[in-house]
């Protein structure tokens, strides 16, 4: 069959983000989603998988099968083994991950063994990886080299309908994270941390298709700067803006400690105090995008009654259309941004800020995204009562 797609990226735990991501980045022409968890990208997309924050993985697409049944699927694999799994010298470490497929570890196990059979019985010597689940967790990929020379993943990724047969070519360093995360020397718990995959996600939607050009971001509420180190290894040039001076001197902290780290990264950086409601940013004209987490109001552990709920609520909206108002008037026309901005989970639904009915008001207008729903654009966790709403503006 006609691979009509080159690479497939599996998404992330909330699957819509994602695919956003790729949608800004590549255009909805270049994309497609495929099932609930992955997304397909055509010959035009040159993927830059490090600065991805939305998807797990990335796989060259070996086949497409015009079936969902997974003993079909097996039988498939099974006899074109050759075409599939490469010939070396030495030991070949292989495993098996499937995504949106109807099938169970055990299933998964048997058709890794199966494998195995038909690999050795060729005369190559292979090693298999053992299966806990359906899919390999990102560590057992990294450290069992399956993205090297030596190694192979195999997905298995359906759609209800078809299947997509492909091959890991890179993974999330998790342990790249983790540091960028944990091991920054500024830290406060009270604050809250933007997660360095968000922050990606963030960035790029912000980008949009301008993601290849000489960017300037800025980060209105910088905080401990998680944005602007992002940012700063996307080679972007960075300005971020805080209320607080102690954020700022967080920020400029850890912004020293990423140098050590990435000595690589970008240069250009400009840190000061500013309330983001009434500050005028310097050269606003030469800011591309605007990126980051707003101020998201009280930490909230339950929800609370509707009266204090609905201080909060006045008090933020005021604060985010005095923001867009101030900004809006410095920025030039075109200019894109990517906010993450408080909604609270309430006892049915989302609650979102009001400032969202008046964004054509105050000079902007909402992108809508061609395969996700501006309404599905939520970061959250089960048990959270604050989630993160990414909100995506044109300057008008």
Not at 64 to 88: C, G, M, Q, Y
Request: net charge negative; proline share 4%.
């Amino acid at each position: 069959m006609t691979v009509m797609y080159k690479t497939v990226a599996i998404l992330g735990r909330q699957p819509a983000l994602g695919i956003a991501e790729l949608e800004s980045l590549y255009g909805a022409n270049a994309i497609r989603p495929f099932g609930q968890t992955a997304c397909l990208l055509d010959e035009s997309v040159d993927i830059d998988f490090s600065r991805l924050g939305g998807s797990t993985r990335v796989g060259q697409i070996i086949a497409e099968i015009e079936a969902s049944n997974w003993h079909t699927v097996e039988k498939h694999i099974l006899e074109n083994i050759e075409d599939i799994f490469p010939v070396i010298d030495g030991k070949l470490s292989f495993g098996v991950s499937s995504f949106g497929c109807k099938t169970n570890k055990q299933k998964v196990a048997k058709t890794a063994l199966l494998i195995k059979k038909a690999i050795k019985s060729s005369g190559q010597s292979v090693r298999m990886v053992p299966h806990k689940g359906i899919e390999l967790n990102s560590a057992t990929v990294l450290y069992n080299k399956l993205t090297k020379d030596q190694g192979f993943e195999l997905l298995i990724i359906g759609d209800g309908k078809k299947t997509v047969i492909a091959q890991t070519i890179d993974i999330q360093d998790i342990d790249a994270y983790a540091a960028r995360d944990r091991d920054r020397p500024m830290r406060d718990a009270k604050v809250g941390m933007l997660p360095p995959k968000l922050a990606q996600i963030i960035i790029n939607i912000g980008a949009g298709p301008r993601y290849n050009e000489e960017l300037r971001v800025l980060d209105p509420f910088c905080g401990t700067g998680v944005a602007l180190q992002e940012a700063m290894l996307m080679d972007y040039d960075i300005y971020g803006t805080d209320l607080e001076p102690r954020m700022i001197e967080y920020s400029i902290g850890n912004l020293n400690w990423l140098d050590q780290k990435y000595p690589d990264a970008r240069d250009y950086r400009r840190i000061e105090v500013g309330d983001a409601a009434t500050f005028t940013w310097n050269e606003p004209e030469k800011i591309t995008t605007v990126a980051g987490e707003t101020y998201l109001g009280q930490p909230l552990t339950t929800l609370p009654n509707s009266e204090h709920l609905s201080k909060i609520m006045q008090e933020v909206n005021a604060l985010h259309h005095k923001f867009l108002k101030n900004i809006g008037e410095q920025i030039r026309p075109g200019t894109r941004l990517c906010l993450a901005i408080p909604t609270w989970r309430g006892k049915r639904e989302f609650l979102h800020l009001s400032v969202l009915d008046y964004l054509s008001d105050l000079g902007y207008t909402r992108i809508e995204f061609e395969h996700v729903s501006t309404e599905d654009l939520i970061y959250h966790r089960d048990g959270q009562v604050v989630g993160r709403e990414l909100l995506v503006l044109i300057k008008n």
